[in-house]
């Protein structure tokens, strides 16, 4: 399984960017994904998770009412919609996908198939 984060960029603040995270040689029908967040000098952490159904969803309170999850299955891609861009936004973003059916293990273990990262740097 190769998992391939796109769509990172150089953006001012209030901005928007959209991630993708696509693969190949899976189909991603059956995998929860989640995108995961490292600053410079900070610990990684979990910023949006879509189940693998796609009936729930988690963002992280900080960018909750800025940040879309979705999947679209028949382009095997999950989307990370990102609105009102902040500087604190800035760091690479990983995309990560597992068989679990729910967000909570992926978010926790942090186990399963890491693609590369993209990175977003907020201009303020």
């Known amino acids: 399984v190769q998992l391939q984060a796109s769509g990172g960029g150089l953006v001012q603040a209030g901005g928007s960017l959209r991630l993708s995270c696509s693969a190949s040689?899976?189909?991603?029908?059956?995998?929860?994904i989640g995108w995961f967040r490292q600053a410079p000098g900070k610990e990684r952490e979990g910023v949006s998770c879509?189940?693998?159904?796609?009936?729930?969803?988690y963002s992280l309170d900080s960018v909750k009412g800025r940040f879309t999850i979705s999947r679209d299955n028949a382009e095997n891609t999950v989307y990370l919609q990102m609105n009102s861009l902040k500087p604190e936004d800035t760091a690479v973003y990983y995309c990560?996908?597992?068989?679990?059916?729910?967000?909570?293990?992926?978010?926790?273990?942090?186990?399963?198939?890491w693609g590369w990262g993209t990175l977003v740097t907020v201009s303020s």
């Open positions: 879509i189940s693998s159904s796609g009936g729930s969803t």
């Open positions: 040689g899976v189909t991603l029908d059956y995998y929860s």
């Open positions: 990560l996908a597992h068989h679990f059916r729910t967000c909570g293990p992926l978010l926790l273990r942090r186990v399963g198939h």
